[in-house]
């Protein structure tokens, strides 16, 4: 293993152990990928984040194939779709934060109460119809919810971010979860008022030169 593969993995681990960390997953339900070369480096099935290291990092072909002796996630179907259908994304976060998993446990999309809904793209976050976890059958239905957006919810199941980095599609993943935690208590008070899609188009551009964002051209 050269330096630049060891650097990859160790990134892989940390915003793995990150999604623990920041409380949107628990026990091995998350699971996170980013592009490496000729393929992809994804976690691996059924391992804590506080066991898992950077030898313990699946390399996964587009083919689906992996080293010998190597189990990648249940979800490396749909990490390794998303990778090859996106070529703007080079990390991927899946995981079951509470308040994502709760609307998704509903099935329903988050709409545009808050102007940092742009940050996923479009004036909504799109939530998959239901479907066994790790097959292609959800993978295909992620990614029609992910069109033109960075992130989605899994009908009773979680949620995906997808980014040009895999730290900044951890940072999409909180961003997710906090403002389903917003919406949550806003419906408790009364009903949310939606902003205009013009008016979430506009933040879009703006989002565009803003943190992350301009840390990715950088």
């Given at each position: 293993?050269?330096?630049?593969?060891?650097?990859?993995?160790?990134?892989?681990?940390?915003?793995?152990?990150?999604?623990?960390?920041?409380?949107?997953?628990?026990?091995?339900?998350?699971?996170?990928?980013?592009?490496?070369?000729?393929?992809l480096l994804i976690t691996?099935?059924?391992?804590?984040?506080?066991?898992?290291?950077?030898?313990?990092?699946?390399?996964?072909?587009?083919?689906?194939?992996?080293?010998?002796?190597?189990?990648?996630?249940?979800?490396?179907?749909?990490?390794?779709?998303?990778?090859?259908?996106?070529?703007?994304?080079?990390?991927?976060?899946?995981?079951?934060?509470?308040?994502?998993?709760?609307?998704?446990?509903?099935?329903?999309?988050?709409?545009?109460?808050?102007?940092?809904?742009?940050?996923?793209?479009?004036?909504?976050?799109?939530?998959?119809?239901?479907?066994?976890?790790?097959?292609?059958?959800?993978?295909?239905?992620?990614l029609v919810a992910l069109?033109?957006?960075?992130?989605c919810l899994l009908a009773?199941?979680?949620?995906?971010?997808?980014?040009?980095?895999?730290?900044?599609?951890?940072?999409?993943?909180?961003?997710?979860?906090?403002?389903?935690?917003?919406?949550?208590?806003?419906?408790?008070?009364?009903?949310?008022?939606?902003?205009?899609?013009?008016?979430?188009?506009?933040?879009?551009?703006?989002?565009?030169?803003?943190?992350?964002?301009?840390?990715?051209?950088?």
């Amino acid at each position: 293993m050269d330096t630049g593969e060891r650097t990859a993995r160790e990134r892989v681990v940390a915003v793995a152990r990150d999604l623990d960390a920041q409380g949107l997953n628990r026990g091995t339900s998350g699971n996170v990928s980013m592009r490496f070369r000729d393929g992809l480096l994804i976690t691996p099935s059924g391992l804590p984040t506080a066991r898992m290291g950077p030898d313990d990092i699946v390399p996964l072909a587009f083919d689906g194939t992996h080293p010998p002796g190597l189990k990648p996630s249940s979800e490396w179907r749909f990490h390794r779709d998303i990778l090859a259908a996106r070529p703007e994304f080079d990390g991927v976060v899946h995981a079951h934060p509470v308040h994502c998993t709760a609307f998704a446990m509903c099935g329903r999309e988050i709409p545009a109460v808050h102007y940092m809904i742009a940050a996923f793209g479009g004036p909504h976050v799109r939530c998959a119809p239901y479907a066994p976890y790790g097959t292609e059958e959800l993978s295909d239905l992620a990614l029609v919810a992910l069109a033109d957006r960075r992130a989605c919810l899994l009908a009773n199941h979680g949620m995906i971010a997808a980014a040009e980095s895999l730290e900044k599609a951890l940072w999409l993943a909180v961003e997710l979860e906090t403002l389903c935690w917003q919406y949550a208590l806003a419906l408790q008070v009364g009903a949310p008022l939606i902003l205009s899609d013009d008016e979430i188009a506009s933040t879009v551009e703006r989002f565009r030169g803003y943190g992350l964002n301009a840390a990715d051209r950088n």
